[in-house]
C-alpha cells in the first residue's frame, strides 16, 4: 500500500492532445498524462481519496474507478494510475451503471468503519470522504447495528467507550506540532507518501495488515520535521490535525485572502484564512512552479505574530521636518529597503530619492544569513524581494558600505528593515547617525534604537507585488484584518514625503513601470494568480 510508486505526469500548455471517446463522445485531452488529470482537464471530475497531483500515485483507494474498452471488453481501472492512450474508449458513470455501483460500493466500505465525527471534526467541510458520499449518492446505511463498527488504530491506543464500544485512539500526539485520530484515518498513507518522497524524512508508516492497519511514527520517534504541518493538509479526512488550529474556527465562517509569503525569495503562494479581524491559519495555495501545494512550517506559523507589539501611526509631520530641514542644510539622508518591500514601495522610496536629489542614497539588503534551497517550498533567502529590488534598481547589498559611511549621514530611514534585530553588532554603527527614522510594522529592535518610530501596515495588509526568486512577478492582497486603520501602507507614506502621495496601490505600482520597463503597461488585473515569468526568467 505504500510502495513508492511512479510521480504524477501533470498537464501542461505543451501536452500535445490526442482524441479518446468518453462515454461514446470523441474529445481531445492531453496524452501525456493519466486519465484523471486529462478527465479533469475536458471538465470531468472523477472522485478521488488517495491520489494526489504532486504525491507518487498508489492507487490503494479504488475511488477513481471508470470502465475502459479492451480486447476482452469492458473493464474496472483506476483512473490515477491509467495512462492516456490515443482512441482508448472509457466509461464514466454518466454511462455506465457499473462504475456508479462501483464508486458507490468502495465508498460505503471507505465508511464502514470511519467514525460519525462530521459535527466535531476540523476537517468538516473540506472532507474529501463527505464530498465523494454526497457524489455517491449513499444516501443510507446497511450497517448492522449489533455488529458495531471495527475502527482502525494502534492496539496500544484502543479503548472502551461508554456504550461498550472498543474504538480506536483519539488525539494521540505524533510530534510538537500534529495530533492523530487514528480512528478517522482511510490508510490513503498520503502523508507517509508526502514525509517519504517530499519532505525526505520517512517519519511515519503504515503499520499492522488489513483491517488492523493503523499510521504511527517509527518506534520511539516523533513527527518533528520543518513541513510536517503539510500532512495535515494532504489528509483528506480529519484524521492529521494542527494543533493550532484544532477547534479554533469551522472553516465553513472562514473567509480566504490569496497573498504571497514575504520571509523568502521564493515566494510561497498561500492563503490567509481569516474571520472576525484575525488571521486562524495560513494554507499553501497551489502554484506548480513555486511551491506546488507545499508550505513551510516557518511560513505558516508566522501569521501568530502579526498583530502583536504593532506600532501605532504617528508623527508624521515630525519625519516631514527633519527630513526637510536635512535637505536645506545639506545634510544627507540614507534611505534603506528591507526585504519585505514591495514593488509599490521601492517605486515610493525612488520617488522620495529623485525629490531629495543628491542628498539621499538608497540602500538595500539584510545582516541575516542567505541559506540553501531546500527545493520544497523556501530559496533560503530571507530577501523576499530581491529580483524586485534588481529590476526597481535599488540596492540589494550594500549595508556593509552603509555602515563604514555612517558618519556621513544626518537622517536614517529605515522601511521593513530591522537592522539591529538582524545584526546587533554590525547595526551599531548606525547609532551615529543623529536622526533614526523607522517605519515599520512592528515595534522591532530597530524602531526601538530609532529617534522617531511610525507604523505602517504589515505585507499581509496590503495590497502590492513582489518577483520572487525565479523571475515571477507575484501579487499580494490585502487581508482585512490590520488592528489599526490609521495604519498606512509604506508606498502611500513615501509618496507623500516625495511631495506625490499615492492614492492606492495601483497607482504606485503604474509608477513602477517609469522605472522598471519589465513592468511598463502591466496593471494588476493582468497578473495572473499563478504569477507571471518576466523576461529572462528561469521558471
Not at 498583530?307 to 544627507?332: C, Y
Not at 545582516?367 to 524586485?388: C, E, H, L, Y
Amino acid at each position: 500500500m505504500s510502495n513508492y510508486y511512479n510521480m504524477p505526469k501533470l498537464p501542461t500548455e505543451n501536452s500535445p492532445k490526442v482524441e479518446i471517446f468518453v462515454d461514446d463522445k470523441p474529445v481531445m485531452v492531453p496524452g501525456d498524462t493519466n486519465l484523471l488529470e486529462a478527465l479533469k482537464a475536458v471538465g470531468i471530475e472523477t472522485p478521488h481519496v488517495c491520489y494526489h497531483p504532486y504525491l507518487p500515485v498508489s492507487g490503494n483507494c479504488r475511488q477513481c474507478l471508470v470502465e475502459q474498452e479492451g480486447p476482452r471488453g469492458r473493464m474496472l481501472v483506476i483512473a490515477c494510475y491509467t495512462p492516456v492512450a490515443p482512441g482508448m474508449k472509457i466509461y464514466t458513470p454518466a454511462s455506465s451503471a457499473r462504475v456508479k455501483n462501483a464508486r458507490k460500493a468502495t465508498q460505503e466500505f471507505m465508511l464502514v468503519n470511519h467514525p460519525l465525527d462530521c459535527p466535531i471534526c476540523d476537517k468538516a467541510g473540506e472532507c474529501t470522504l463527505q464530498e465523494n458520499y454526497m457524489e455517491a449518492g449513499q444516501n443510507e446505511s446497511r450497517m448492522r447495528p449489533e455488529y458495531g463498527k471495527n475502527y482502525h488504530g494502534n492496539p496500544a491506543h484502543q479503548f472502551i467507550d461508554a456504550k461498550g464500544q472498543l474504538r480506536g485512539g483519539k488525539h494521540v500526539d505524533l510530534g510538537p506540532r500534529v495530533l492523530l485520530d487514528e480512528e478517522r484515518c482511510v490508510q490513503c498513507d498520503r502523508c507517509v507518501r508526502f514525509m517519504r518522497s517530499i519532505a525526505g524524512s520517512e517519519q511515519l508508516q503504515l503499520a499492522g495488515r488489513a483491517d488492523h492497519t493503523y499510521i504511527t511514527t517509527f518506534p520511539g520517534e516523533k513527527l518533528d520535521h520543518e513541513y510536517d504541518l503539510c500532512v495535515t493538509d494532504v489528509c483528506p479526512v480529519g484524521a492529521m490535525t494542527a494543533k493550532y488550529f484544532r477547534f479554533q474556527k469551522r472553516v465553513w465562517l472562514l473567509s480566504h485572502t490569496p497573498t504571497i509569503s514575504m520571509d523568502d525569495s521564493l515566494g510561497a503562494n498561500i492563503w490567509l484564512d481569516h474571520a472576525d479581524g484575525r488571521i486562524y491559519r495560513v494554507m499553501p495555495r497551489c502554484n506548480p512552479e513555486v511551491n506546488r501545494s507545499w508550505l513551510s512550517n516557518t511560513s505558516r506559523l508566522a501569521f501568530q505574530q502579526f498583530d502583536k507589539n504593532r506600532l501605532p501611526a504617528m508623527g508624521f509631520r515630525v519625519i516631514q521636518e527633519v527630513i526637510s530641514e536635512t535637505k536645506s542644510v545639506g545634510g544627507k539622508v540614507a534611505l534603506v529597503a528591507g526585504g519585505a518591500c514591495t514593488i509599490e514601495d521601492l517605486a515610493a522610496l525612488r520617488m522620495l530619492k529623485d525629490s531629495l536629489g543628491d542628498s539621499a542614497e538608497l540602500f538595500g539588503g539584510t545582516f541575516k544569513k542567505v541559506g540553501a534551497p531546500d527545493g520544497i517550498a523556501m530559496s533560503g533567502d530571507p530577501m523576499a524581494n530581491r529580483m524586485g529590488f534588481k529590476l526597481m534598481g535599488v540596492p540589494d547589498d550594500n549595508l556593509a558600505d552603509l555602515v563604514k559611511r555612517a558618519g556621513e549621514f544626518k537622517v536614517l530611514v529605515t522601511v521593513n528593515a530591522d537592522l539591529f534585530g538582524e545584526d546587533a553588532a554590525a547595526a551599531s554603527a548606525l547609532e551615529k547617525i543623529p536622526s533614526r527614522i523607522a517605519l515599520s510594522a512592528f515595534n522591532d529592535a530597530t524602531a526601538a534604537k530609532a529617534t522617531l518610530a511610525f507604523g505602517i501596515r504589515h505585507w499581509s495588509e496590503i495590497q502590492g507585488s513582489m518577483v520572487n526568486s525565479l523571475n515571477i512577478l507575484q501579487k499580494l492582497n490585502a487581508c482585512p484584518v490590520c488592528p489599526d486603520e490609521k495604519l498606512r501602507p509604506a508606498y502611500e507614506v513615501l509618496s507623500e514625503l516625495a511631495g506625490a502621495k499615492f492614492g492606492c496601490a495601483s497607482e504606485a505600482f503604474r509608477q513602477a513601470g517609469a522605472y522598471a520597463p519589465a513592468l511598463s503597461g502591466l496593471t494588476y488585473d493582468s497578473i495572473k494568480s499563478t504569477g507571471n515569468l518576466l523576461e529572462g526568467g528561469n521558471a
